[in-house]
């Protein structure tokens, strides 16, 4: 059944049980995505290590279960990158998505295949990868 | 309890609704969003282009006569639809949205000054609240709301004559059913009031019009807007009805042909209304299949529609609060076919994509009510709504999708 | 002269031209006002409401979805129709007539300054001068006029450069074709001395999207316009093309529900366009059925029909100057298939109604250019404008009623 | 046939040779009628007697047939009558033509009966009607 293609087990974990939930104080930079659609809203939390690795990493959310999930998976993926390295992933995302790239070295964001079918809840399945960018490039606050 | 189902009679003349969704049969519960059409007013747009289509007004041939004598008939079945006195003070529009945008335009950017009040109500659609911010910067006048309160989003109604008293409120424009909370508003003793203090009044009766008898003379409404879509009629076309001692002082909104008098390269003289409102070629089938939409709602009985209703609304609010962790918004009883909620922790996008695996058809997010929603602590809820053609089985369907849902995502 | 007949081909797809008027077949020469539709977006129409239809963006159940995507597809299919480089250069209006007072109003009216110049040319439709003429007076703007001159309707463009030389010329709007005299504008060439003086261009479409090859990016316009119903489409749906960088800096025009990103009860944050420009329920089945529409035209070529419009008026033109004491209107060639004639003293309208007694359906009055026709020193005349379906026969119908009015009313 | 009953021989005479053509000068009074489906225009020229009766009566036309015609009809028809009189016989006609009232001693104007079965040509037959008002009710000029 396509929709627990969308909803799978590792889907539904990270989004009652989300990782990296909460907020970090300055000198963290933040960012934000909003979806008009729903009123959904996350911001991300982004700490660099004096090597311009991301050293902390974290989010808050009010949103859906594929937001959400996508955000807490998108949290583990990307920590411990650079900024390029990041936002390489971030692409390589976003075409896995939408323009059937390959999945290689997503990890367990494979499990938002099923958003393909969705195509209405790709905004979901993005709004924290767009406030990951924005974090990585916003200021303190 | 036991109002004879209008489903039993009715619900075959919709032929959309016969379909499977994801393996289900369709519940379609979104009717606040949009309404379906029954197959008369379906016909009739066929009708109409296979035998009668011109262009309308200007012209003297067979197709262009009988094209104008629909259009002008439709526009009377409309002021007999609203027991308006004439047909002279109903204007054909896109929809709510365009009739609210025409009156903040034409009347209010002209009417009001620095200082004067707008008042509306804290549950408005971002149709009657957007155009209100837009020309009160625009004239420098102020807006004010009435609170709503609670989940239940009641409204202090006493408090309103001294609202008047103590502001330059210069117009109310306020919602006649909540789309969001299924509250039905007095909106006949706020017009005594508002007039009573000299106040001019618009009725955003997008909710009500297909779901209740209407008549704009008992309201005594200024103005009262709502949208064919949301009453059995066809996409692009709404009304705006205004009192015509209004209307004739009011500034065109948009400009064209037919809505002149006399044009030189210079200048140009506006005819009288409701022509004044309508640059342009109108949406002429759309006006003929609203009129044939209207025919079919008197046909039901809009009493009836309204009845039933009121059973869907009240019984569905009462077997979703029995859900457990389930929150109602909206009032206890008395309320209309529509039931917003929010299910524990379950996020309405979440929900209705459950539901509609399940072949139900809820609306999930702000339903254009961002400001009250928030003001619920909410950033989305999940709305059912009713409408003449639902089953009680499918309220039983409803309930046994939230309670899988419930379990699902627990 | 011997081009193969379109009608031959593709009347039959039109079922409103199969029935008599006054006893006799119809024969429909009031195009330029109206078309007729093919049975493929009649039955698009159809079978959209009863099998998809339900309110767009912001549902997640199936109906919605299905209905968003239709709607979405429709406005990638008009980008393709007018080879525009991004769907989201595509805003859907009501019509020629909104489209253009969009135009005036979010973007002439923010971006405009006293004694800034609108260049116009004098065969413009009411629609494209109402509404110049209405914010020229707000923001206190001047308006310019090329002058057409003689029955022929010539523009002399070789004056345009100096024009805009001599002028502080801000925006030029001008008709691609006109609906009175049939002449085609050279829309790609003024576009190009426009941009070279830094002014924006906007073209007036209502009678060339349904007529010919348009392509955006090779008239290079920042703005186009045209309406639904003059291209075999719905009522009420129209097209607004806008470069976007223009497009992402203006104003929305009507506010409301679908064009905001945010809202809270003070004020309200916008969408990127198409969408900011789209408040409220738009025409779903309109854009829908437009876009059924524009696949009829491509399936019958729009190179093929240009040359049907071209032969078709050509020769009414010839034949019709035959007749003892007719005065043709517009170019002696390369004209559209619009032929404007006085026929004797014979006033228009009574023309109109002979015509039409004979079955054959003309228009008569001022074809909402009333400036011009004033210059021509008349007060209205008649036009037959054709389409794809006309045939040479009808033609003949045509000249041999205007035969007989000249002896009934001589 | 319907429309050689609307174009009666009488409205064809009448449109070709309307009767009391021409403009009046001051202190005569002047009343226009405009059309604005068609832009035609009506001017009526009433000028009365010292006992109020209308004496002199002309009027100017950019119209239609039938436009013509029932003002030419109508200037025979009110010469001579009072205001009260002149405006009696308007509101008969009209009634004539849009309620189906009696014909009685409308005279020659019962040749615009076919007007009944074109109703979008009322407003032709009843322009010069109008601007008669104008004109009773109206300045010198
Ligand atoms: C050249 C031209 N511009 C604008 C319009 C107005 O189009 P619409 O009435 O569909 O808005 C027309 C049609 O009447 C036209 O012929
Ligand atoms: C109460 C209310 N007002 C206004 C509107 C706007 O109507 P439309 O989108 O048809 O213009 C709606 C519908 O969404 C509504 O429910």
């Known amino acids: 059944m396509d929709f627990d293609e969308l909803y799978q087990e590792i889907i539904l974990d990270h989004s009652k049980r989300p990782r990296n939930s909460g907020v970090l104080p300055p000198p963290a930079t933040r960012g934000s995505g909003y979806n008009p659609a729903c009123g959904d809203e996350v911001t991300v939390f982004v700490l660099k290590s004096a090597e311009g690795k991301i050293e902390t990493i974290s989010f808050q959310a009010q949103a859906c279960a594929i937001c959400t999930a996508s955000t ?12 390029e390295q990041a936002l390489e992933i971030q692409r390589h995302f976003i075409d896995f998505l939408t323009k059937d790239g390959s999945s290689e070295g997503l990890g367990h964001l494979r499990a938002l295949a099923g958003v393909k079918k969705f195509p209405q809840r790709l905004k979901c399945a993005t709004l924290g990868w767009h406030a990951l960018e924005a974090a990585l490039k916003g200021d303190a606050g | 309890m036991t109002v004879p189902s209008l489903a039993e009679r009715f619900r075959a003349d919709f032929p959309i609704l016969d379909q499977t969704v994801n393996g289900h049969p369709l519940v379609y519960l979104d009717n606040a ?19 009668d289509h011109a262009n309308v007004h200007r012209g003297l041939h067979a197709l262009s006569t009988r094209a104008t004598a629909l259009y002008e ?10 027991n308006a006195e004439d047909p002279e003070s109903i204007v054909f529009t896109r929809g709510t949205t365009e009739s609210i945008n025409l009156v903040a335009s034409s009347w209010a950017g002209n009417e009001l000054k620095p200082g004067d009040g707008i008042l509306l109500t804290q549950m408005e659609h971002h149709a009657n609240l957007i155009p209100w911010q837009i020309v009160a910067r625009r004239v420098g006048a102020r807006l004010y709301f009435l609170t709503v309160t609670g989940d239940e989003g009641e409204i202090d109604w006493s408090q309103l004559d001294t609202i008047f008293t103590d502001n330059p409120i210069r117009i109310v424009a306020l919602t006649h059913i909540s789309n969001s909370l299924g509250r039905i508003n007095p909106v006949a003793e706020v017009c005594r009031t508002a007039h009573k203090h000299g106040a001019v009044t618009l009725i955003d009766a997008a909710q009500s019009a297909g779901h209740m008898p209407l008549d704009v003379r008992a309201i005594d409404c ?7 879509h949301k009453c059995c009629g066809p996409t692009g076309i709404g009304i705006l009805y205004g009192r015509k001692s ?22 140009a003289e506006w005819k009288p209304p409701p022509h004044r409102f309508e640059a ?31 059973h869907f609304g009240n019984i569905a609010a009462t077997r979703l609060r029995e859900i457990p962790d389930l929150r109602v918004f909206g009032p206890l009883d008395e309320r209309a076919g529509i039931v917003s909620f929010q299910l524990g922790k379950i996020h309405a996008h979440d929900l209705v994509a459950f539901a509609d695996q399940h072949g139900v058809a809820l609306r999930g997010g702000h339903h254009c009510n961002q400001p009250l929603v928030r003001k619920l602590g909410l950033h989305a809820t999940a709305r059912a709504s009713f409408y003449l053609y639902n089953t009680e089985s499918e309220l039983d369907r409803l309930v046994a999708v939230l309670h899988s849902a419930a379990k699902y995502f627990g």
Chains 1, 4 share one sequence.
């Not at chain 2, 299949?289 to 025919?295: N, Q, Y």
């Open chain 2, 33 to 51: 969003a949009s309404t379906q059409r029954p197959t008369s007013v379906i016909n009739e747009l066929s009708r109409y282009y296979r035998h």
């Open chain 2, 246 to 267: 209004l209307l004739e002082k009011m500034e065109p909104y948009q400009t064209g042909g037919e809505m002149i008098v006399s044009v030189t390269f210079e200048g």
């Open chain 2, 222 to 228: 200024d103005f009262l807007a709502f949208s064919g």
């Open chain 2, 280 to 310: 342009g070629t109108p949406h002429i089938a759309g006006a003929i299949g609203l009129a044939t939409a209207l025919d079919y709602l008197d046909q039901v009985g809009r009493n009836s529609i309204q009845e039933n209703d009121h």
């Open chain 1, 72 to 83: 807490s998976l998108m949290t583990l993926q990307v920590k411990g990158t650079t900024q």
């Open chain 2, 73 to 82: 008939n439709a526009r009377q079945r409309v002021a007999t639809f609203l």
